[in-house]
């Protein structure tokens, strides 16, 4: 845990099959002019939009409606929520849906009052910090996969500029109020979705755990965590109606990227600027973006941090160890993960993404190297892995 | 994750050498009129009550002091804190020390505004929540093991009524607001007092792990505490001044006992009840009368925990599972955990703190049987797991 650091999550998680019913208490404790904020429709044809509706009522609400949040939410989208949002004097924001939602009502309650500024330029390109007031936030989650319902991420993207822009606040208060986490809301998720988001899952710990060279605490509970969402997800695909297997990704993803194992790590992040770009390039789903370049990235850092590497084989994918090489460990654990992404059915080659040859140098030029991990990227490695992904 | 539950814990912590520069940015938050609790003056040789009054006299407040803590605080000792609390008007707590220090201030955060109730039967009989007003607490942790830094639990004793009663308040205001933890203040305590407090955390994590059948994400994380706290305490006893292994047994201990890895559990807490009853009689150290019966009472419940034994010894302990069977395997993974507490020296005898068959009739007598974990144990049986720690 070397270094200084803080930590703060004080959103309350309502987790269960029942966790809806907390919705009741928890409207009690803000105003009475809710923005309810969902994406395409999905929790129309489900039922949950029906079940909050009745909620909302019943606690005397005054609801204005907030729909078609995308799941690449752009920033023409912020200024059309801030509008619906300041015409209903909204003090509070109700988010239904998986991270785009989320996220994006998160961007939202800081851009509310934030009066004429340039929200793009304020918020994801200087990433300033809100000097107004923001509203409230509460989340229903839908999806396992971002995090989004316990941190103060939000990542905004700019069609005409074709960029993607993440900012995580400083202020807890922007993380949601409350998340309200039934996991038999993501069980209608057809089955690429659901392996897309346990991949996204498993990569934000590979991301923070494949760097420094320190024995952390964080180390040891994001192998917990990975050795947890591993089994679990073995279960869903033989059955994604395992409701252990779907509570136990849910509560996974959630503690995956809300701060706790990044505590004392630098964290690489790579992966997910190797798979933005291949998302600028293809329009493909996140988790498969990140899927696809990942066994080639990690074979190419491979050499620079060896001890995790084999660490990471013995104690994450219980490879034996006697009569292996360090190198041979390592690598013997990449091959374990391979034949784990192989069984979800997780895509592991940019071609099925619809990239090429002709892709490389828009996928490289698309790429923001950063500087955390155990190995900085030259160009040349990033062409060099993006190649070795096709 | 079975079942319905919720989470939440906003303590802010600020963790690391210079986590103490944090207090005024803090303390900024709170009234002026400020108690400044502690125990036994050792914060006075150490130079921290200094830095903490420098601060605080910086911060322009206005401090009466409430030192003398016990290390199993009374509720004599509340009541008197009561009377220096009002009478100082007091807006915010300031606890400086370890578990005892901060149990004792969340105890009495909830009882200076309780008017004339009897504390001991409102708050540690009763289990009443506060309907009065609560002051805010903050804490500089100087000794780990309690995780009372990060949870809403205090425990007080009777010492008229041989009781010592703990109370986890359900309002997560009643949780320190703040906690400031620097590894380095830990340093100075004797190793018996080191060792003590790493089987207190070790065993906090048991006490959850070994409940339940399912394969909850939250056994997952319990591994990759338990897989650090034993990393970081064979580093410690080599050398107590190695501040990666102080620091990471310190955030380890918060997290075993903040609820999140007993979140979709029952918890057994068996260990915890035979030990208070040891404490009774012999008035030995918390982590001492916990290390003597563990494993005596591990080996007796085994038989009906197994699977989770079996996996203990191999997530945990790195047994190798070939050639044997699940019992054998459970059987080498209680023998691995033995050989580390020898190696700790921790105590592995009731009759080293003080006990002797003499005693039986008490320590039976002194024990509450709770029915969490993998056995409910009759008198006989707690006779047994006594007779066997001896």
């Given at each position: 845990m070397l270094g200084n650091f803080s930590y703060c999550n004080p959103t309350k998680l309502y987790f269960g099959?029942?966790?809806?019913?907390n919705l009741h208490t928890e409207l009690k404790?803000?105003?009475k002019n809710v923005l309810l904020v969902y994406g395409g429709g999905s929790i129309k044809k489900n039922g949950l939009y029906d079940a909050v509706m009745a909620i909302l009522k019943d606690e005397g609400k005054n609801v204005a409606e907030d729909p078609g949040v995308m799941p690449n939410p752009t920033i023409h989208k912020l200024y059309e929520g801030v509008e619906i949002a300041r015409r209903h004097n909204a003090e509070f924001i109700l988010a239904v849906g998986g991270g785009s939602v989320i996220d994006y009502s998160k961007a939202l309650c800081v851009s509310v009052n934030s009066g004429d500024d340039d929200l793009w330029e304020k918020y994801f390109i200087r990433f300033e910090e809100p000097t107004c007031e923001t509203l409230p936030v509460g989340a229903i989650l839908t999806?396992?996969?971002?995090?989004?319902?316990?941190?103060?991420g939000a990542v905004i993207t700019h069609p005409e500029k074709k960029l993607k822009m993440g900012h995580v606040f400083a202020d807890e208060k922007i993380m949601p109020r409350f998340s309200i986490m039934n996991p038999?809301?993501?069980?209608?998720?057809?089955k690429y979705q659901m392996v897309a988001g346990i991949y996204d899952i498993f990569n934000h710990i590979c991301e923070q755990y494949f760097s420094g060279a320190d024995d952390n605490t964080s180390d040891y509970l994001a192998e917990g965590l990975m050795r947890s969402v591993i089994k679990s997800s073995r279960d869903a695909i033989q059955d994604p109606q395992n409701y252990e297997a779907r509570s136990n990704i849910m509560w996974s993803s959630t503690w995956a990227l809300n701060t706790l194992i990044s505590r004392g790590k630098s964290g690489d992040w790579m992966v997910h600027m190797l798979g933005q770009s291949v998302g600028g390039v293809t329009n493909a789903t996140h988790g498969m973006t990140l899927a696809a370049v990942s066994l080639p990235y990690y074979r190419f850092i491979m050499d620079a941090g060896l001890p995790k590497f084999a660490r990471f084989a013995q104690t994450v994918w219980n490879v034996d160890p006697s009569g292996k090489s360090e190198r041979e460990l390592a690598e013997s654990g990449l091959a374990a993960m391979e034949s784990w992404m192989k069984e979800l059915g997780l895509v592991l080659s940019l071609r099925e993404l619809g990239?090429?040859?002709?892709?490389l140098d828009d996928l490289v030029n698309g790429t923001v190297v950063l500087g955390g991990g155990y190995k900085v990227l030259s160009k040349d490695d990033v062409r060099k892995v993006f190649a070795d992904s096709l």
């Open positions: 099959e029942n966790a809806l019913d404790k803000y105003g999806m396992a996969g971002t995090g989004s319902e316990m941190n103060a038999r809301y993501t069980m209608s998720l057809p990239a090429s040859e002709a892709s």
